[in-house]
């Protein structure tokens, strides 16, 4: 009966039972042998130093086991679904609606963000969470303008966070600088360094970029830690000074806000205020990146994007187009990590490792590289999600990691949206990037 | 005079480790041309894999060490090779044909998959391990006291890297699977019409690549004489620094860059500073990237449309 079950898949590979079967079996097998060690026995060093060992077969039956059902399960909704890993294109009905209720979700989602602080008013946890995301979203549109528009691949997006936290730290508790006048100055410090780092790398192409931002993300992270002189090292800042309503401290002094207005203290008052300010800071990178978008330089980036080589040959001087999306990325950067340092009024380097460096990334890769929507929609997932594993913090990562290795073999260019070069010949869509690898060549 | 030659030393050792990580990584971009972004995390779990095999078969009654670091070496490079066989194959294989970003960014993923599997497997602490090849030579004792000193462990070391490399050249140069690998190195697709099978090759790079970071990763073991989970990340980079300076997918260039990087860590840390013995190797990163972007042996890369 088994054996007669034989269907045909589009690759012309006979699959039946006894095939799936196998199959599972050799994954289990493999899976048998990767894990008897790592997870079939646990070490761990002793009181004095001695290692100790035991052994956790049931464990490691069960994981095999799972492997084993998996495979099978996997293996079914291949036969069901059909091959995956080919993306398809989306009809053009579907397209069209879609678009349809992007439009409308875009300032929906604005108005309910704008209500947040109404709406939750007395519900601090969601009022923090929500300042969480909205840095988020601040700062993948910022790396979308490198990686989205541009095309550059930057894992070192963390250190112009790291230098605009730096900055605003050092500056008000060294000189007693206010927030407003640091916000621009870290921006600027932070797209200095930018410029300063693009300008000699940015001849290089995709992998060594990658690898290049990856090797100065951490020489800034380890400068911060041992320069400790000026950094406090591994203690970092603390005490920094929060944020005043442009002069109005919020706090419950004579001359704060609450007493100017008349109205009775609450600490609410500060964590709103920064919430609007976030969003705002949120909301000026999103619309500085609309309008360069239309402009020369915006579609600079987005050919770049598209073809390297074809920009050449059209005159586009590439090295100053990468240059300006490097230094308007870092310098939103480095805005979100003023508002960072404000927010915490404590920071270390800590908070500027390259696992923050990928989860930017990995919500712009989320959101569809370029789609401003789709970046603020994958921030909320990704920071959502880490809020409900919290739980689990040791498995988060772990969770994060797969979760980043499946996107990418299923819907390789975002799952919200990829957003396509705002001009577009209409006779060249047959051929949109969906179907090509890209034309670096 | 003598402490230069004392750091010397050190430094070639160090540097056969980081050699023999960065084949790893300038193999498969020769080939597949991507960053394997995992390989560092590869190393890692081959030091767990020796720490662990060494652990059963002491307990098993094993004394005769030259016997037990033997079978560690064999299990540690069987097992991870497998890792890496597997690694490729979830991770990578789906995404041949991909754009160009999607493979780098699935082993991203997949290096924080490593990582934090291992460390909620074998817990975050790190693991040590007593010292077992012990001894040594004195070379040369100087006036003030200072005696430049050759310890069995790394001429082990230096040993058993020079063998593999050995191998790994006779291999690449003479048989059938090196043949493959080349001809895919140039031309996938008309080595496919010539009947090379270029999927099974990539794997055995992939396993061939695994192997040898497993025997870094056991070396690593016994020479600083402990792991732990996150030593994959710094050590993985500085690797692949070693790999673009001796010119990636150049693999006597990956060997050279590794002792190069290894001479520079160990001199930058015993003239300068410490603290800033990682800056040093980041930096050399970017500067050759900048000035010598094919390396030292590396060929230059055309731009084609």
């Known amino acids: ?441 | 005079m003598d402490y230069f030659a004392q750091q010397l030393i050190n430094g070639l050792v160090l540097g056969s480790i980081y050699g023999l990580i960065a084949i790893g990584y300038t193999m498969v971009y020769g080939i597949v041309g991507m960053i394997n972004f995992a390989h560092g995390d590869i190393f890692m779990i081959g030091g767990f894999i020796a720490l662990i095999s060494f652990l059963l078969l002491v307990s098993l009654g094993l004394t005769a060490i030259p016997l037990i670091l033997l079978l560690v070496l064999l299990v540690a490079m069987a097992v991870t090779a497998l890792y890496g066989w597997t690694v490729e194959r979830i991770a990578y294989r789906p995404l041949r044909h991909s754009f160009r970003l999607a493979p780098m960014l699935s082993a991203i993923g997949m290096s924080f998959v490593l990582t934090n599997y291992s460390q909620v497997a074998q817990g975050a602490r790190v693991k040590p391990v007593p010292p077992i090849i012990t001894g040594g030579y004195t070379l040369h004792e100087g006036p003030e006291g200072f005696a430049v000193q050759l310890s069995n462990m790394q001429i082990m070391v230096v040993l058993v890297t020079i063998v593999l490399l050995a191998m790994f050249t006779w291999l690449v140069s003479r048989t059938r699977l090196g043949r493959d690998m080349r001809a895919c190195e140039q031309d996938q697709t008309m080595a496919a019409l010539l009947g090379v099978d270029v999927d099974r090759t990539i794997s055995m790079t992939f396993v061939i690549g695994a192997a040898l970071a497993s025997v870094a990763g056991m070396m690593y073991l016994l020479y600083y004489g402990q792991v732990d989970f996150f030593m994959g990340f710094v050590a993985g980079i500085k690797a692949f620094t070693a790999a673009v300076l001796g010119g990636i997918g150049s693999l006597p260039g990956a060997v050279l860059g590794g002792l190069a990087i290894g001479l520079i860590e160990t001199l930058w840390s015993a003239y300068f500073s410490v603290e800033y013995k990682d800056v040093a190797a980041f930096s050399i990163l970017i500067i050759v990237l900048i000035f010598m972007p094919t390396g030292l042996l590396g060929r230059p890369e055309v731009e084609k449309v």
């Open chain 1, 1 to 441: 009966m088994t054996a007669l079950s034989t269907e045909t898949t589009q690759a012309g590979r006979t699959v039946g039972i006894p095939f799936i079967l196998k199959k599972a079996f050799l994954s289990a097998c493999v899976a048998l042998v990767l894990f008897s060690l790592m997870i079939g026995i646990r070490t761990e060093a002793g009181p004095d130093g001695q290692l100790t060992w035991w052994t956790r077969f049931g464990d490691l039956a069960s994981i095999v086991g799972l492997v084993f059902g998996g495979s099978i399960v996997i293996e079914l909704l291949r036969q069901w679904i059909g091959p995956t890993g080919a993306e398809k294109l989306v009809p053009a009905p579907i397209q069209r609606s879609l678009s349809l209720a992007g439009r409308f979700l875009g300032p929906a989602l604005l108005v309910f963000t704008l209500l947040v602080p109404v709406i939750f008013y007395n519900q601090r946890y969601i009022l923090d969470l929500g300042i969480l995301v909205l840095t988020y979203v601040m700062l993948g549109w910022g790396l979308n303008v490198v990686v989205g528009l541009a095309g550059l691949l930057d894992l070192g997006y963390v250190a112009f966070y790291a230098v605009g936290a730096y900055s605003y730290a050092l500056l008000a508790t060294n000189f007693g600088w206010s927030f407003w006048v640091c916000l621009p100055l870290a921006g600027m410090l932070a797209a200095i360094w930018g410029v300063m780092l693009g300008f000699p790398v940015l001849r290089l192409r995709g992998d060594y970029l990658a690898i290049v931002t990856l090797a100065f993300g951490e020489i800034i992270r380890l400068v911060i830690l041992n320069w400790q002189s000026l950094t406090g090292g591994p203690n970092g800042v603390s005490g920094i000074p929060r944020p005043t309503l442009f002069g109005i401290p919020l706090d419950n002094s004579d001359d704060g806000l609450a007493a100017k207005l008349g109205i009775e203290y609450s600490p609410t008052h500060r964590i709103i205020f920064l919430f609007y300010l976030i969003l705002a800071l949120a909301l000026l990178t999103n619309w500085v990146t609309i309008r360069l978008r239309r402009l020369p330089i915006g579609r600079a980036w987005e050919a770049l994007r598209e073809d390297e080589v074809a920009c050449r040959a059209l005159g586009i001087n590439t090295t100053t187009t990468k240059l300006t999306a490097f230094a308007t990325g870092a310098m939103f950067g480095g805005f979100a990590g003023a508002f960072f340092a404000t927010r915490q009024g404590f920071i270390s380097p800590e908070s500027f490792t390259f696992q923050e460096s990928a989860l930017v990334l990995a919500i712009v890769v989320l959101g569809g590289m370029g789609s401003q929507l789709g970046v603020a929609l994958a921030a909320l997932t990704m920071i959502g999600g880490f809020e409900l594993f919290r739980g689990l913090e040791t498995y988060r990562m772990l969770v994060f990691g797969m979760a980043m290795v499946l996107i990418m073999i299923w819907r390789p260019r975002g799952i919200i949206g990829h957003r396509a070069p705002t001009v577009y010949l209409t006779k060249a869509q047959a051929i949109s990037s969906d179907l090509v690898k890209e034309g670096h060549g």
